[in-house]
């Protein structure tokens, strides 16, 4: 079982930044072998793909490109959102996911709320 703690989310004015971070409790051996992601639920919304990272490869929805960046700390065992420029829809509860490559099991955080609002 894989535990997966968000931080970093809060309120926060249009055109500013935030980053999250997702700890986890992957072994560090394992790390790279799984399927890192970010996805965010805005309220009334499906929850959608922002961000994943196989590897180093990164891949982004079109909503964010340019502004979010995904990364991965292997000795730290942690994944992290950079969030440049925010806009107020990117107000959303981000949840980080992770997926050995694979495999079908997915595991999920309990998401940290981003509010962007003047």
């Known amino acids: 079982q894989v535990q997966l703690v968000e931080s970093g989310g809060g309120l926060v004015q249009p055109g500013g930044s935030l980053r999250l971070s997702c700890a986890t409790s992957i072994d560090m051996f394992s790390f790279n072998a799984y399927r890192m992601a970010w996805y965010r639920q805005a309220p009334g919304k499906q929850r959608e793909s922002v961000a994943t990272?196989?590897?180093?490869?990164?891949n982004y929805a079109d909503s964010v490109k340019g502004r979010f960046t995904i990364s991965r700390d292997s000795a730290k065992k942690t994944v992290y959102l950079q969030m440049n420029s925010l806009k107020p829809e990117d107000t959303a509860v981000y949840y980080c996911?992770?997926?050995?490559?694979?495999?079908?099991?997915?595991?999920w955080g309990q998401g940290t709320q981003v509010t962007v609002s003047s």
């Open positions: 996911n992770a997926r050995r490559v694979g495999t079908i099991n997915d595991f």
């Open positions: 990272i196989i590897s180093s490869t990164t």
